[in-house]
């Protein structure tokens, strides 16, 4: 049996696969920020999962920039006492199963790549904007190679002072900056503010990496209120000055079950 497991800023979902390709409902909780209390919460329900099967393999998105063996987080920015954890190793011995460790952006790209909006794409560039805003970049069905992963949320967008695109459109900022959470906030500016400065960073993802088309997921793309995905790309269309075209925009198909989505390819294609 396959378990997958997909750890967020804010939230963890855990499910199991199924026949057909398909996974089980996710079980959702509230992310631990305590590494000990997290790794505890997250075998348990990876055991409930299971039931009396036997586990096969487990895969793991999270967020943040991994090792070079993707067995520890080095620095995940909303979960710091998860960084340099053996999170694998811990996982394993517990389950005594073969784990899986990848950056949830990236597996959340890759299944809506495989099975998503970016279906039928040769290059597809993902950004989620949630918690905060992470992407990747998959060339014909896998996620593209790297030499420390994908943070296209780290990218600077605004000079004076240095402010980077997941500190101007995350979740986490338009909290910071109104003290409250997102869903709360109906001003109709400010969802416009921030799709015009999501459009600079989609705006330079397109020139980095020439994708077919580009998908759009997390919170703040799909949550009430939220920042429309068609406002997106007619300020990147009005941006765009080399390219002679504008590849399509579109909303993610999986919404918050995207990263359980990509885990479970993952897992399909490595267990052979």
């Not at 006492?81 to 394993?92: C, F, T």
């Not at 001003?187 to 799709?195: F, G, L, R, S, T």
Request: include cysteine.
């Amino acid at each position: 049996m396959i378990l997958v497991a997909d750890i967020g800023g804010t939230k963890t979902r855990v499910a199991r696969g199924e026949a057909g390709g398909a996974h089980s409902a996710p079980v959702v909780y509230a992310t631990p920020r305590s590494y000990r209390e997290g790794i505890a919460r997250l075998t348990k329900e990876l055991r409930s999962a299971a039931g009396a099967e036997r586990i096969s393999m487990v895969v793991i998105a999270i967020a943040g920039v991994l090792a070079k063996d993707h067995a520890r987080v080095l620095r995940s920015p909303h979960l710091p006492d998860w960084n340099g954890m053996d999170l694998e190793s811990d996982l394993a011995h517990a389950l005594n199963a073969n784990v899986r460790i990848e950056n949830d952006a990236a597996l959340a790209a890759l299944g809506e790549a495989l099975h998503g909006a970016g279906r039928g794409a040769d290059i597809v560039a993902y950004l989620s904007i949630g918690t905060g805003v992470g992407g990747a970049r998959i060339v014909k069905g896998a996620i593209d190679r790297s030499a420390s992963g994908f943070e296209p949320g780290h990218q600077y967008v605004s000079m004076n002072p240095p402010r980077t695109l997941e500190e101007l459109v995350s979740g986490t900022a338009l909290r910071m900056r109104f003290h409250r959470p997102a869903e709360e906030l109906f001003d109709k500016e400010v969802w416009e503010e921030c799709a015009q400065t999501l459009a600079y960073g989609i705006h330079n993802a397109i020139l980095f990496w020439s994708p077919d088309v580009v998908v759009l997921g997390g919170t703040m793309m799909t949550g009430n209120p939220r920042i429309r995905t068609e406002r997106v790309a007619e300020h990147v269309r009005e941006l765009m000055r080399i390219f002679p075209f504008v590849p399509d925009i579109r909303l993610a198909a999986f919404g918050d079950s995207a990263g359980l989505v990509g885990a479970l390819a993952y897992a399909k294609r490595h267990e052979r």
